[in-house]
């Protein structure tokens, strides 16, 4: 019987997510153009914002329906510093994460004491009047055309691709360490029952509010990314489209898994490119297709599919933490 | 002043309706703002672009809103009753559905619908437009005769008895499934009309479904959840606090008054100001 | 005699209407083992509510070893060694059984090198090693019981608070239950308060009883006193539920 307590990230998950990265990180080499490097240098940023994500609503089954606010805030905070402060751009991704931090926790004290739809709905609330002070404080954050010129980390597109695929990797990897630790367990814990968690002895409060503050670093870290990516920084980031799609992508890939997060991202937007034909109706597939897996498939295609292939190479069935939205 | 009540009248329209819904089968619909754009969107589509005579415009189209929310709840809403939270993510995407067709078949300017009344009336002193006007009327009356309804009919009794206690409603025979339906499309005709009214004064572009959930929202927590008195004392606070900032400030800070509202009333009495669920 | 592990003095709730408790006052020694017998509705519940944080008592003050738990939230008095199990079980869904002890036993009073072993051992004190892999919503109700137990037990406590640990379990179960206490209490020499409806079982753990109606204190006593107590037998038979105490 296996008396590990927390199970940790074992040989089998982080050989098989490195051979990922490494074969995502190759891919334009031999399919070299701006073009597939940027879509995806995007894949993995929203790669980013959807394990931050997963990490704290797909742990906690609190469904953050407003996680573009902390993407949101992370990237003005680095066109911030970046334009109308003039710091060099290094400086915007630890200003974006803490910046997002504090956002967490300011908005996290009121919110997470309210039972799941409150909170979502609370959330959401914050991302669409974050949108609109985008817009009322137009003087100094630009209005609906938002921050411009913003220099880019890393010229090379290839290279900037390359650091962002690693800090893909190196928050996968360790936020999917966290969620296997005792950590994750308190966050499972407080999902199930959270009365019966406080007669346990934990402080619930305080580990829903760093959860979420965790969740929006990681959000904003992407967010910085994404400024610097496309050069410029718009109220259009806080809209609610992007956090639907990127709810979508958690749950096609397994919500609670942190890395069918990164797989579902990754798959989506490279098949979605695909459909760039189909032009506007884009957005609404992504509505579309999260209605059809919260009835259809739940659990999500990705994490289900590797659990399978884990069971047939040999491994042990981790199970899958979540599934499901939570009641 | 006028202006304070017209968007109040507005505002306690849609926020009646979310109450509504929630109160009888707990369900938070996101889709509701959605109902209210159809309905705009529905005027215009039919008066402006159809020609049709606008009342009938109207009329056709909140009835047909009040139809697709018995379709949504029906085909979407029904299957996870269990799980609020799948509700939720269920009704905003079918929110963002609604608004990117909206996008695709109409585009992103600013739509006119026509107004019933185009002459401005003299109100106190005050230059009011005849539109306001009848919004106001019009938003009343459908309070009121909701509020006769449910208190004086049958129907409506069922209604407040599965409010209370949907279980033991169920043994009593009451057919709640299809009191769901009912509520659901009283509750989004009551967005649609809103949407009706407003329309030739308010904004009318495919992203306008967003605001009012989320002053419906702000609405509902600060009166209480379930509670229709409690909708209507909270939403004239509000339409009457967003006026009075709008004067004395600036109108782009009118939204921050409702998400302001929502999160000191969450912090400091979740229940709202006439909460415990008190359904009239 | 050694110092009162719990003072409880002047402890007073209402609800709306109800007062549900009046001026309720309790000494516990260490290694007691009290019991609060009471007919349904007395307060019995609403007492360890508010002994162990998830109420705030109207007035009143609750010492645990001489420190005020008043305004104290349920972790912190928890971290004080005051655990509880509630009277419907409530596991945490979605761990399994094992998980579920895990999870008590994260609190600052926890010194264990290996936590598995440590949660492991508790399983099997209160025999559920061969549940310790099943998901906790699968377990039958008498095994639910354990795992309240195993749970509180895990957060090193040194007082317990069983809310009606017999409620719904059948004679053996109750039983097995009733040793697995009394061994709990000789060998770990736990402070135990026990709410219970059973007298017969009741009787024969508790050392002492406080007999509650309507949210007051009306007799207190060893069992056998109470038993025969006037004020006791009128609350039960007045409720047409006579007191049950021999079988």
């Not at chain 3, 308060?193 to 007999?211: C, D, G, T, Y």
């Amino acid at each position: 019987m296996d008396a590990r307590a927390f199970p940790g990230l074992d040989r089998l998950s982080t050989a098989s997510g490195l051979l990922a990265l490494g074969a995502l990180g190759a891919l334009p080499i031999f399919f070299p153009g701006k073009y597939l490097t940027g879509v995806l240098t995007v894949a993995a940023i929203y790669g980013l914002w959807a394990v931050s994500w997963d990490f704290m609503s797909g742990l906690t089954g609190r469904e953050n329906f407003g996680h573009s606010l902390f993407i949101g805030v992370g990237a003005y905070a680095a066109g911030f510093m970046n334009v109308k402060l003039g710091f060099g751009p290094w400086w915007s991704l630890p200003s974006a994460m803490l910046v997002a931090m504090a956002f967490g926790l300011v908005l996290g004290i009121p919110t997470l004491r309210l039972k799941g739809p409150y909170f979502a709905l609370a959330m959401l609330s914050a991302a669409v009047i974050m949108q609109r002070l985008m817009l009322i404080f137009w003087e100094e954050t630009g209005g609906e055309e938002g921050i411009q010129d913003i220099t880019p980390l890393i010229k090379d597109h290839l290279h900037y691709y390359w650091f962002v695929l690693a800090l893909l990797g190196a928050s996968t990897v360790s936020l999917a360490a966290l969620a296997r630790s005792r950590w994750g367990l308190i966050l499972r814990a407080i999902r199930g029952d959270e009365a019966t968690c406080l007669a346990a002895g934990l402080p619930i409060t305080r580990y829903k509010i760093v959860s979420l503050m965790i969740s929006a670093a990681f959000a904003g870290l992407g967010g910085a990314l994404y400024a610097h990516y496309q050069l410029q920084v718009s109220p259009q980031l806080f809209a609610v489209v992007t956090s639907i799609t990127i709810i979508t992508m958690v749950y096609v890939g397994g919500i609670g898994t942190i890395y069918g997060a990164a797989g579902g991202a990754l798959l989506l937007t490279i098949m979605t490119e695909g459909l760039r034909q189909v032009g506007e109706w884009r957005l609404m597939a992504y509505s579309v297709m999260l209605i059809l897996i919260i009835f259809f498939l739940p659990s999500g295609i990705i994490a289900p599919s590797w659990q399978r292939l884990r069971k047939s190479l040999g491994g042990t069935d981790r199970g899958l933490v979540g599934g499901g939205p939570a009641g | 002043m006028i202006y304070g009540a017209v968007t109040s009248a507005i505002y306690a329209l849609l926020a009646v309706g979310f109450t509504l819904i929630f109160g009888v089968a707990r369900v938070l619909n996101l889709a509701h703002g959605s109902f209210y754009a159809l309905g705009a969107y529905g005027t215009y589509l039919l008066a402006s672009v159809a020609g049709w005579p606008l009342w009938i415009a109207a009329t056709v189209a909140v009835a047909s809103v009040a139809v697709f929310g018995v379709a949504v709840e029906r085909i979407i809403i029904r299957p996870l009753r269990h799980s609020q939270l799948g509700v939720l993510m269920i009704t905003l995407a079918v929110s963002l559905i609604v608004e990117q067709a909206l996008f695709l078949s109409f585009g992103s300017e600013y739509r006119n619908v026509p107004a019933f009344v185009e002459t401005k009336v003299n109100l106190a002193g005050v230059d009011v437009g005849g539109q306001r006007l009848l919004a106001f009327v019009l938003a009343f009356l459908a309070i009121g005769l909701l509020y006769a309804f449910i208190q004086r009919t049958r129907l409506g009794s069922a209604i407040l008895a599965i409010a209370q206690d949907a279980e033991a409603a169920k043994y009593m025979g009451i057919p709640s499934d299809r009191i769901f339906s009912l509520v659901m499309a009283i509750s989004a005709a009551l967005a649609a009309l809103a949407g009706v009214l407003a329309g030739p004064f308010l904004s009318v572009q495919p992203s306008m479904h967003l605001l009012p959930i989320v002053k419906a929202f702000a609405i509902v927590v600060v009166g209480g959840l379930g509670s229709i008195a409690g909708s209507i004392a909270a939403a004239f606070m509000l339409g009457y606090a967003e006026t009075v900032v709008a004067y004395l400030v600036n109108g782009s800070w009118t939204e921050i008054v409702s998400v302001l509202a929502t999160l000191l009333m969450l912090i400091v009495r979740p229940a709202g100001i006439f909460g415990k669920r008190a359904a009239f | 005699m050694s110092a009162p592990i719990l003072e409880v003095s002047d402890l007073d709730k209402r609800f709306g209407g109800l007062h549900a408790v009046k001026r309720f006052k309790l000494s516990v020694a260490p290694a007691e083992i009290v019991g609060i017998l009471g007919p349904n509705g007395a307060g019995k519940t609403t007492i360890f509510n508010l002994l162990s944080g998830f109420i705030a008592p109207d007035q009143g003050q609750v010492l645990f070893r001489g420190t005020s738990l008043i305004g104290l939230r349920p972790d912190r008095i928890v971290g004080l060694g005051l655990a509880r199990t509630f009277q419907l079980c409530r596991p945490i869904i979605g761990l399994t059984v094992l998980e579920n002890v895990l999870v008590g036993s994260l609190g600052p009073r926890v010194i264990a090198k290996n936590l598995a072993d440590r949660a492991l051992a508790l399983l099997d004190q209160v025999g559920l090693t061969n549940k310790a892999n099943s998901p906790a919503e699968l377990l039958s109700y008498g095994d639910l019981r354990r795992l309240e137990i195993a749970r509180a037990l895990a957060t090193a406590p040194e007082l317990l608070l069983l809310d009606e640990p017999f409620a719904g379990l059948g004679a053996a179960e109750i039983d097995a239950l009733s040793t697995l206490i009394r061994s709990l209490h000789s060998q770990q020499n736990l402070t135990i308060l026990l709410i219970e409806h059973k007298l017969r079982e009741f009787m024969q753990l508790v050392s002492r009883v406080v007999a509650i109606d309507f949210g007051e204190i009306i007799a207190e006593g060893p069992p056998s006193t109470i038993v025969n107590d006037p004020r006791v037998i009128e609350a039960y038979i007045g409720r047409q539920t006579p007191v049950p105490t021999h079988a």
